[in-house]
C-alpha cells in the first residue's frame, strides 16, 4: 500500500456533514456502518432508503409523496424515482434569505460585485415575473448565452422558479454551435449580453447574437442583460429584443414557486458535438437537485461557513454543479475571463482575498500552473482553503504532487469523473479518506459503479469500462426529440445489457478509489493491447519542453500503431534528441506497446469550448475523413496541423 499523500485528522472526519450522516443511519435503519465502504456498500444495496435519507437529512423543501419511492428499480432506463414527489428546484436554491453573501462575482478586468440572499431572492422575483408576463409557463425552455455572471444565475433561478426549464451556451461559441443547440429545444427567451472579456479582450456579440436570431424563430425574445459599463446596444437589425429594465418587473414582491414532478425536466445540456449534431441530454428536477446535494454537503463537505469556486463557463456542466451550492446556504464565487488574465496567478489572487475554502478547475489548468512555474503558496496566505477539486480530463500523478508542494500541503485534493450526461460524478472525493497520488479517492455514494471487461465481466485491479450497475436519480430522463428513446438507448445501454456504459476507460484501485485512463472510444490497440490515452499522456508531459499531448491510433500494417502529437513551450523545437527522450520516458514508466511509432509536432492541440482534446477529431483528419461539426470546437483551424502530414505516410 502506498503511503497518501493527504489524510483527514479524526476530529477532521468526526466533524463532516458525511461522518455524522452515517451515525444517523446507524440509528435510523438499525445497522452498524464503520467506514465508507460500509456507507457505500449499504447505499447501493438499499437505494430506496439511502436516497430518501439524502432528501430528509440535506433538508429538501417539498414532499416525498407516498412510498415506494423506487419503481422499476432494476430497470435501465426504465427506473421510476420519487413518483408522487412535488418540489421546486429554485425554491431550494433560494431557502436562505437573509444577509449572507450568496455570489460574488469577478471578471478578469478586476470588476467585483456581491449579492446577499435577500438580494439574490428579489431579483429572482424580479427576473420570474418578467418571464411570466412574457407567457412563460412550466415546461417552457429558456436559454442564457451569456457569461459566467451573477445575472445569469438570476436568470435560470428565475425560469426554473416557473418550472420552466434552462439551458446555456457560453458566448465563445459560435453561430453554428449555437444553432446546433438552442434550435433543437426552441427557446422562447434568451438572455443574452452585448460583449464579453477574455484574454484582455473585449469581444462584440451583436453580430454573432444577430445571426442566432435570424434563424430561430422570430417569436424567440433576446434580453440583453448590463455587463461591461456599455452604451445601450444597436439592436434593431433583431426582431424582439430589449433590455433588461424593459423585461423585468422591477415591482415584484415575491417569488410564486411552481411544484413540478420529481422527473419533470430543469435542465438541458449538451453532448460535446464533436462527432455529429449534439445530443441533447435533459436532466430532471428532482434527481439533480439530490445529487448535487449528495456530493456537496456529503462528498465535499460545504456548509453555510464555505466560500465555493469552480472554474467554469455557462457551457460546461460545472457551471450548473457550481450554482446548486446555493442550496447549502454558501457564498459561491464565479469568475468570467481567461484564468491567465491579467497574470498565471489571477484566480489564486482572487481566492486569496476572498477566502475561498472548496477551489474548483481543470486538470489542465493545474498542469499549466506547474509548466509555468506558478507557486501560489508563495505569493498568498490561502488561510481558508480547504480543497481543490479537478475535473475535465484525468489528474496527472505530478499534478498530485504540485499541488501539495506549491499550493498547501493540509487540504483534500479530489480528482472527480462523471460528466454533462449525469450532470454530477461517478466517482469524487471523500472528507473522510486519505488522498493517493494518481487516484480520484472514491465511487459516490449509491452510484453501484463497476469496471466491466469487454466481455461483460466485473474486474477489480484491472483496466476496463466504467459502468453503473443499477439506477441513479440523476440518469437523464431523455433526450430531446427523441420520442421511442432510441437515441437514448443507444449511447448508454447497447454495450451492456441494463447496465450504464459510460465510455470511460478506467479501474478500481485497492484503495477502492479510481484511475481514469481515458476516454474508451480513444483508447488504443496495438498489437491487441488496450491503452488509455491519459497513461502516455502523464508521461509525455513530464519532458522539459512539451506543453501537451495528443496521441490516436493509426492503421499501419495490418496492425495499429501510436501517433503522438506534441505542443511545444516557446523556442523549443522536437528534435531528435528530445524524440529519444520522450520515447525513453515513455517506455520506462508504462511498457514498450505504449511508445509512439511517429512524435509530430504541432502549434496547437483541438479542443471542446470547455477544454477537452479532441482525439477522435484529430483520427479523423489523418485518414482523410471529414469532421462534420467543427463549431463544436475552441480552436477548429488546429485541426488543418494534422491533415495531409507526409510524416505519416510512412
Same mark, same amino acid.
Given at each position: ?45 438499499? &437505494? ?106 438570476? #436568470?435560470?433561478? #428565475?425560469?426554473?422558479?416557473?418550472? #420552466? ?99 419533470? &425536466? ?34 465535499? =463537505? ?93 489528474? #496527472? ?123 474508451? =472510444? ?129
Amino acid at each position: 500500500m502506498t503511503q497518501p499523500l493527504w489524510s483527514p485528522s479524526q476530529a477532521q472526519i468526526e466533524q463532516s456533514q458525511l461522518y455524522q450522516f452515517m451515525q444517523n443511519i446507524n440509528k435510523s435503519c438499525s445497522v452498524k456502518l464503520d467506514s465508507y465502504s460500509d456507507l457505500h456498500r449499504w447505499s447501493i444495496e438499499n &437505494p430506496e432508503s439511502f436516497w430518501l435519507n439524502i432528501w430528509e437529512q440535506c433538508n429538501v423543501i417539498g414532499s416525498t409523496g407516498n412510498a415506494p419511492y423506487l419503481l422499476n428499480e432494476n430497470l435501465m432506463p426504465g427506473a421510476k424515482w420519487f413518483p408522487e414527489a412535488q418540489l421546486n428546484f429554485a425554491e431550494n436554491l433560494l431557502k436562505y434569505r437573509d444577509q449572507n453573501t450568496a455570489i460574488i462575482n469577478y471578471n478578469e478586468a478586476g470588476k467585483r460585485s456581491e449579492i446577499s440572499y435577500q438580494e439574490l431572492y428579489n431579483q429572482v422575483a424580479q427576473y420570474a415575473s418578467g418571464l411570466k408576463k412574457a407567457g412563460i409557463t412550466k415546461g417552457d425552455v429558456v436559454a442564457g448565452f451569456m457569461p459566467n455572471i451573477t445575472e445569469t444565475v438570476i #436568470a435560470m433561478l #428565475a425560469t426554473t422558479s416557473l418550472g #420552466a426549464i434552462w439551458t446555456s451556451c457560453s458566448p465563445d461559441f459560435g453561430v453554428q454551435g449555437v444553432i446546433d443547440r438552442f434550435g433543437q429545444v426552441k427557446p422562447k427567451v434568451i438572455f443574452t449580453t452585448q460583449s464579453y472579456l477574455y484574454n484582455g479582450k473585449r469581444i462584440d456579440c451583436l453580430e454573432k447574437i444577430s445571426g442566432i436570431a435570424s434563424q430561430l424563430s422570430e417569436n424567440t425574445a433576446f434580453v440583453f442583460v448590463p455587463y461591461l459599463d456599455e452604451p445601450t446596444p444597436e439592436f434593431s437589425q433583431i426582431k424582439n429584443a430589449c433590455v433588461l429594465s424593459d423585461f423585468i418587473d422591477s415591482n415584484a414582491p415575491e417569488v410564486n414557486f411552481t411544484p413540478v414532478k420529481f422527473s419533470d &425536466p430543469l435542465y438541458v445540456m449538451y453532448s460535446s458535438g464533436t462527432t455529429g449534431t449534439p445530443k441533447c441530454i435533459v436532466h430532471s428536477t428532482g434527481g439533480t437537485l439530490l445529487q448535487h446535494l449528495k456530493e456537496h454537503q456529503l462528498h465535499t =463537505d460545504i456548509s453555510r461557513d464555505d466560500n465555493l469556486f469552480y472554474f467554469t463557463t455557462c457551457g460546461w456542466m460545472m457551471w450548473n454543479w457550481l450554482v446548486s451550492g446555493l442550496a447549502c446556504g454558501c457564498t459561491i464565487t464565479l469568475y468570467d475571463g481567461s484564468p491567465f488574465a491579467p497574470s498565471p496567478s489571477a484566480l489564486w489572487n482572487m481566492a486569496d482575498k476572498e477566502k475561498v475554502s472548496v477551489f474548483g478547475t481543470s486538470a489542465k489548468y493545474i498542469a499549466a500552473l506547474e509548466k509555468a512555474n506558478i507557486s501560489p503558496k508563495k505569493e498568498f496566505e490561502l488561510s481558508e482553503l480547504r480543497a481543490i477539486l479537478s475535473t475535465g480530463s484525468p489528474l #496527472a500523478h505530478e499534478s498530485f504532487d504540485y499541488v501539495y508542494r506549491e499550493v498547501k500541503t493540509d487540504l483534500l485534493l479530489a480528482s472527480i469523473s462523471g460528466g454533462t450526461d449525469i450532470i454530477s460524478c461517478f466517482a469524487l472525493g471523500c472528507p473522510i479518506l486519505p488522498v493517493q497520488k494518481g487516484e480520484l479517492q472514491c465511487l459516490g455514494l449509491g452510484m453501484d459503479v463497476a469496471i466491466f471487461d469487454e466481455s461483460g465481466v466485473e474486474v477489480t485491479q484491472k483496466k476496463g469500462e466504467l459502468v453503473c450497475k443499477s439506477p441513479f436519480p440523476s440518469m437523464p430522463i431523455y433526450f430531446w426529440d427523441d420520442a421511442d428513446g432510441e437515441k437514448y438507448q443507444n449511447t448508454y445501454f447497447n454495450q451492456f445489457k441494463n447496465r450504464w456504459a459510460h465510455g470511460d476507460y478506467g479501474e478500481i484501485t485497492e484503495h477502492g478509489g479510481m484511475i481514469i485512463h481515458g476516454r474508451s =472510444d480513444a483508447v488504443l490497440n496495438p498489437g491487441g493491447v488496450r491503452i488509455g490515452t491519459a497513461e502516455i499522456y502523464r508521461q509525455v508531459e513530464r519532458v522539459d519542453g512539451v506543453i501537451e499531448s495528443l496521441c490516436v491510433g493509426q492503421p499501419w500494417e495490418n496492425d495499429t500503431r501510436v501517433v503522438l502529437f506534441v505542443v511545444m513551450s516557446e523556442g523549443t523545437l522536437l528534435d531528435d534528441c528530445l524524440r529519444n527522450t520522450i520515447k525513453q520516458t515513455i517506455r520506462q514508466h508504462t511498457t514498450p506497446r505504449h511508445v509512439p511509432a511517429k512524435i509530430i509536432q504541432v502549434p496547437e492541440i483541438p479542443r471542446t469550448i470547455s477544454g477537452k482534446i479532441v482525439e477522435l477529431a484529430v483520427r479523423k483528419v489523418i485518414l482523410g475523413e471529414t469532421v462534420s461539426n467543427k463549431d463544436a470546437l475552441a480552436n477548429p483551424d488546429a485541426l488543418d496541423y494534422f491533415a495531409n502530414l507526409p510524416e505519416l505516410a510512412s
